[in-house]
């Protein structure tokens, strides 16, 4: 990626980047990703509510695969995104086994921390063009992850509440 400096040393994206680390984390105008997935019981995380498409399950391989593709993506030419729509999503609606679960939350997290490390350097160039790209930018891409986290945290809420397993306001 290109590198812009500021001559005197100093990062004038800073308060940008601080603002986008602090999107990427969430908790502002939606609720986190750790409070969205809290408590939830092992039993539930393969029940798809009456009526709605997905199970927490689904939601959250979802949103892991999802967010893995736009930091790899963002980060290297060599990246290869999965198929469209269906490399998006998880093949069953329950976790494999007990572990599937918190790998797929440790995996969210780590994502979403190597996204919040790649925008607070200052190395990074937020408004340049991805290369192998079509003209997206780091920017848009810490945009994207977040806009696209919160939207699918939102159902996963849902799914919790017709559940029963919704503590939250």
């Known amino acids: ?14 308060s940008l980047r601080d603002h986008l680390v602090e999107l990427l984390e969430g908790g502002h105008a939606h609720v986190t990703f750790a409070d969205a997935i809290a408590d939830l019981p092992a039993q539930l995380r393969g029940v798809k509510p009456s009526g709605q498409p997905f ?27 999965p198929e469209w729509p269906a490399g998006y999503w998880p093949a069953s609606d329950a976790p494999p086994d007990a572990a599937a679960w918190d790998k797929s939350v440790a995996q969210v997290e780590r994502d979403r921390r190597a996204m919040q490390r790649l925008v607070r350097d200052p190395a990074t160039d937020l408004f340049a063009r991805i290369p192998h790209g079509t003209g997206q930018t780091p920017l ?30």
């Open 140 to 169: 848009r891409e810490a945009l994207v992850l977040a806009d696209h986290t919160s939207y699918h945290l939102g159902q996963l809420v849902l799914l919790r509440r017709l559940l029963g397993a919704w503590k939250g306001d």
């Open 55 to 81: 199970t927490p399950w689904r939601l959250l391989e979802h949103i892991r695969i999802s967010q893995w593709d736009i930091v790899e993506f963002t980060k290297s030419a060599s990246h290869v995104s």
């Open 1 to 14: 990626m290109a590198v812009k400096r500021n001559p005197r040393g100093t990062d004038p994206h800073r």
